[in-house]
């Protein structure tokens, strides 16, 4: 039997049809080889996520995706800007962190599990130089994404002294974040890194870039970015 004769063979037994096949999650990657940070890369990127529709679950009413996301290199100059607006300095490349977290709406669990971020990071040398509220605009989505959407906030850490090099910072990173999640329950962190940022949500693919402001910056630059559309299975 030639190839041809065996897909269409395979295609037509039971409930089976190749033109269904779409039923997993969505990924795409855009790398500058020269580790050149561009927008042009992150806009590359959220266009990649942005076509993966036949790649990406949402819900019976249409309105609610079952998750974006965007991983990417910490634009520094954008988070330099904006935290000196807030008060406070982060210093220059490598010396600090910025953690992405998903807090609940509830004020005084939020600041419990803020304070209780801050003890952790602070028995592992960690010290916390300022949060920051994440622009966002929850009016573009469906209704069950915005009753279950947490309160977004960036925490910004400085690197400790005696972490001479980036991997020593990641690794102590990486520990005050796993005993955290282990603590607080009621808390995500999308990420926390000297090096790269993890933006995400229950988007439509086309929410992503509209629902976060920082996005939209023209100082958001990177030389690497890995978008993923999630197709939720049982599999």
Not at 34 to 59: T, Y
Not at 68 to 97: H, N, W
Not at 126 to 151: F, H, N, T, Y
Not at 219 to 234: E, G, K, L, Q
């Amino acid at each position: 039997m030639k190839d041809s004769e065996r897909k269409t063979a395979f295609s037509e037994q039971g409930l089976y049809r190749r033109q269904f096949e779409h039923d997993n999650c969505g990924i795409g990657a855009v790398v500058n080889i020269k580790g050149q940070r561009s927008r042009k890369v992150v806009d590359d990127a959220l266009c990649i996520v942005e076509k993966l529709e036949h790649r990406a679950g949402k819900d019976a009413e249409g309105k609610t995706g079952d998750g974006v996301g965007m991983l990417s290199q910490i634009p520094y100059d954008l988070f330099r800007t904006e935290c000196k607006k807030l008060g406070f300095d982060i210093g220059g490349e490598g010396d600090f962190a910025v953690g992405m977290f998903f807090f609940p709406q509830n004020v005084l669990k939020r600041d419990q599990a803020r304070k209780l971020f801050e003890i952790i990071a602070g028995k592992n040398g960690i010290s916390v130089l300022g949060w920051r509220d994440v622009p966002s605009s929850p009016e573009i989505l469906g209704q069950k994404a915005r009753d279950s959407m947490p309160c977004i906030m960036q925490c910004f850490v400085k690197r400790p002294d005696d972490c001479a090099e980036t991997v020593d910072f990641e690794r102590r990173l990486y520990v005050t974040r796993r005993i955290f999640e282990q603590s607080a329950e009621s808390t995500y962190v999308c990420s926390l890194s000297s090096r790269t940022v993890v933006y995400k949500g229950m988007f439509l693919v086309d929410e992503l870039r509209r629902f976060y402001t920082d996005l939209q910056s023209e100082d958001f630059v990177s030389a690497i970015a890995m978008v993923h559309s999630r197709f939720s299975t049982n599999t």
